[in-house]
């Protein structure tokens, strides 16, 4: 039976190149022959490695990858740690020319993090190693702000919320919380997550998709948010999501399909259309929140700090959503650091730190190397009738 395996590095760092590249892509091989596994195809990425691979069962593939993370990990120099979650999804014999195509894909473009970008007339590598510097800044205006401890716990926690699901349950739960967050935020979600999370049962979609009327009434009556239109819709989408998954094994291989013909240097135009189709009470803003929970990086860009990035002369006002992206996943690659924590920073900045929809200019701490910030300082140009006046 053929599958694909998709793990990725910790905190998605992308430390897969040069000798630590080299030395993953010969495990490969070792752990398959030490756990009678049969290596089809593989690539890979700097922030992780994608296989198909054939074995009897799902756990002969766990076994592999298991043996895989302890070579890998044995180096007594540069050793790489892998996330704990990984991904398995069967593959039908017809459809690996498609999922072949799809690692072909990621080798060459590594389509998680994407890292083209367009910066006017900086060039790329002087737009990141000008915005790595302003980063700096922009992380300890943001601990001044609220704290070393609170700012890094932030920044933790806006990462586990973008962690690519382990398996269908996750993924569904988040599909749910970007439903019942639409028009009260993901805060508010956030703080009912436990009752939520009682009430529908972990989000086990076979679960729900069994709810019936009584049983909406009775979650009503729990201390969730009570919107009848959202729960129900969750229940319609629990049942939606398993009809879509009888096909694939899981709803995420679903996902995995049309991701391998997708563009994520545009922002995944197919998949936002595969969940508009699929579920009720989704509409484009709220895929792309879902995609982007879902760990594809390019599916939505925080205002902001893409605001941050125009502000900051990094970035073309016009530039599309996706560009923001790409530039803060290059910025990511040039200083090593998870793409997500990074825009962390950025989102803090924008929202409690001095780069405001109306900015607090005076008290920015990159005020100086801000041309926003020294477009807002310059004094005004009289009026050319008070000039005329004074020179009569």
């Not at 990725?8 to 040069?18: A, M």
């Not at 800044?137 to 609170?150: K, M, S, T, Y």
């Amino acid at each position: 039976m053929l599958w694909l395996l998709a793990t990725d590095t910790s905190r998605l760092r992308k430390c897969l190149v040069g000798a630590r590249a080299g030395r993953t892509r010969r495990a490969l091989p070792g752990a398959a022959a030490a756990t009678g596994v049969r290596i089809i195809a593989q690539c890979i990425i700097p922030c992780g490695v994608r296989a198909i691979v054939e074995a009897t069962c799902r756990g002969h593939v766990r076994n592999f990858a298991r043996r895989f993370f302890a070579m890998t990990a044995a180096a007594v120099r540069e050793p790489v740690f892998w996330r704990a979650g990984l991904r398995i999804e069967p593959i039908a014999p017809a459809e690996i020319g498609v999922y072949r195509s799809y690692l072909q894909r990621s080798e060459s473009a590594s389509t998680e993090v994407p890292l083209k970008t367009s910066t006017g007339k900086l060039g790329r590598r002087t737009a990141v190693r000008r915005a790595h510097a302003l980063l700096q800044l922009v992380d300890r205006a943001n601990a001044a702000e609220i704290g070393h401890d609170e700012t890094s716990s932030y920044a933790r926690r806006y990462t586990m919320d973008h962690d690519p699901p382990a398996d269908d349950r996750a993924a569904f739960a988040r599909l749910c919380a970007a439903i019942f967050a639409n028009g009260i935020g993901f805060n508010a979600v956030r703080n009912h997550r436990e009752a939520l999370d009682a009430a529908f049962d972990l989000f086990d979609p076979t679960r729900v998709a069994r709810y019936d009327d009584a049983r909406i009434d009775a979650i009503l009556r729990q201390p969730i948010i009570c919107d009848r239109a959202k729960v129900a819709a969750c229940v319609e989408n629990a049942r939606r999501w398993l009809a879509c998954a009888a096909d694939e094994g899981t709803y995420l291989g679903r996902v995995a399909r049309c991701a391998a013909q997708d563009d994520a240097a545009v922002g995944w135009p197919a998949l936002v259309e595969l969940l508009r189709s699929d579920f009720v009470r989704v509409a484009e803003m709220t895929a792309r929140q879902v995609l982007k929970r879902w760990g594809f990086f390019t599916a939505l860009s925080h205002p902001g700090g893409k605001r941050c990035l125009e502000r900051l002369g990094l970035m073309a006002p016009q530039a599309p959503a996706p560009a923001a992206q790409q530039f803060i996943g290059a910025i990511a690659g040039a200083g090593g650091r998870d793409p997500y924590a990074l825009e962390a920073s950025f989102v803090l900045f924008s929202t409690i730190g001095p780069c405001r929809t109306r900015p607090l200019c005076l008290r920015c701490p990159l005020a100086e190397r801000c041309p926003a910030a020294q477009l807002e300082a310059a004094p005004p140009r009289p009026a050319a009738s008070s000039t005329a006046a004074k020179s009569a």
